[in-house]
């Protein structure tokens, strides 16, 4: 019993395809935005670490160096999950079957949990970036106002697509362990760049500069962590509730052959129920 939450599950997954689909918008309209999100985000990559590569005194270092920062890892990983959540949008779209659905179990909790991380780190490096690491002036140049928009602020917009117009179930509560264990992961890999390249990628982790207020740097983000995961968890219960229950928008489905289903609700109602998946 004591794994128990660590177990993958054995029911059926995800039988409505809350991850595919959209209260609002039909699954090929879902599929077009998220495949544009992937794209600007990919985009957005790309020209960072080729502008810094042209621009920069030292060459291609800082584009590098862009690999050590959270900031980064995390935008690429919208970038990543924006793609695959278009391709299994897609899949569901053209054919009614998602290629999610055909994934080993194992795959298919770890796309869950990608999708936990997708909701709940930009809000984070939104609220660290505008608060502890804003200079209060804004950019001089134009391409360092739209990296850090793109970066630090559209990210938190892409996150909040994602938690308003899906369908998705409000995420298990053990991702929050996963949650904290990235951050921690993040934090080793943090003080690794700084004994191999000598560089604290985000000043609070600096304890030259910031001695004991460092743990509490770090403690603070754990808590914000969870508290923003609280808050993401309200939010699409909210969101449930209103679009599902009040409104009695159940979604907007697909039929096998892949033309949209004439009644949203006559095809939720004809699936089983999904049971929550850990």
């Given amino acids: 019993m004591a794994w128990g939450p660590f177990r993958f599950g054995t029911d059926r997954w995800d039988p409505t395809h809350r991850f595919e689909t959209s209260w609002l918008l039909s699954p090929w309209l879902l599929f077009c935005i998220r495949a544009l999100i992937s794209l600007y985000c990919f985009t957005t990559l790309v020209f960072v670490l080729a502008w810094q590569c042209v621009h920069d005194e030292t060459g291609c270092t800082a584009s590098q160096n862009q690999f050590s920062y959270f900031t980064s890892l995390s935008y690429w990983g919208l970038a990543f999950y924006f793609l695959a959540a278009a391709v299994h949008t897609f899949t569901y779209a053209r054919s009614g079957v998602p290629l999610l659905d055909r994934f080993p179990r194992p795959l298919q909790a770890l796309h869950s949990a990608f999708y936990t991380t997708v909701v709940v780190y930009p809000f984070i490096v939104t609220i660290v970036y505008w608060a502890l690491l804003y200079t209060g002036t804004w950019f001089a140049e134009t391409y360092g106002g739209w990296s850090n928009v793109s970066q630090h602020a559209l990210n938190s917009v892409f996150a909040f697509f994602e938690l308003v117009l899906t369908r998705t179930d409000p995420p298990p509560a053990m991702h929050m362990l996963w949650l904290i264990l990235v951050l921690a992961l993040y934090l080793a890999l943090a003080y690794v760049t700084a004994a191999d390249k000598g560089f604290y990628t985000y000043s609070f982790l600096d304890p030259g500069r910031q001695g004991g207020l460092v743990a509490a740097y770090v403690f603070g983000i754990a808590v ?55």
């Fill in 224 to 278: 914000g962590c969870l508290i923003i995961f609280g808050v993401v968890w309200g939010i699409i219960w909210l969101r449930k509730y209103i679009t599902e229950t009040k409104l009695g928008k159940t979604g907007k489905f697909t039929e096998p052959s892949g033309h949209s289903a004439g009644s949203g609700k006559d095809l939720e109602m004809s699936r089983p129920q999904e049971t929550h998946v850990v």
